[in-house]
């Protein structure tokens, strides 16, 4: 399985970016994906992730009403959308994915990971 990211860069403050994630490997929609970030001097904290089979998405607390998780499975390919982007948001975002996961926000049960998009909010 390949996770290939895209859409990472530089806004300044209130701006908006779309990073997407596709997948490659999985043949089925039963599967998770997630963003995650780090910060510089910060541990990977969870920020989206959803079951790309059906439901709703899961978000942390610091992103919700901000950041919105898409997914476009003909294209295997989920989307995160971020407004209102801040200065704490700057981070190197990754992508994950795994068969399966007890929490989306948690990275310990994901297997596949994306090599990071650069976001930086000034």
């Known amino acids: 399985v390949q996770l290939v990211e895209s859409g990472g860069g530089s806004v300044q403050a209130g701006g908006s970016l779309t990073l997407s994630c596709r997948q490659s490997?999985?043949?089925?929609?039963?599967?998770?994906m997630g963003w995650f970030r780090q910060a510089p001097g910060q541990e990977r904290e969870g920020v989206a992730g959803?079951?790309?089979?059906?439901?709703?998405?899961y978000y942390a607390d610091s992103v919700k009403g901000r950041f919105t998780l898409v997914r476009d499975n003909p294209k295997k390919t989920v989307h995160l959308q971020m407004n209102n982007l801040q200065p704490e948001d700057t981070a190197i975002y990754y992508c994950?994915?795994?068969?399966?996961?007890?929490?989306?926000?948690?990275?310990?049960?994901?297997?596949?990971w994306g090599q990071g998009t650069q976001v930086t909010v000034s």
């Open positions: 994950a994915a795994a068969g399966w996961v007890s929490d989306p926000l948690v990275e310990g049960g994901y297997k596949y």
């Open positions: 490997g999985y043949t089925t929609n039963n599967i998770v």
């Open positions: 959803l079951y790309v089979g059906g439901g709703d998405p």
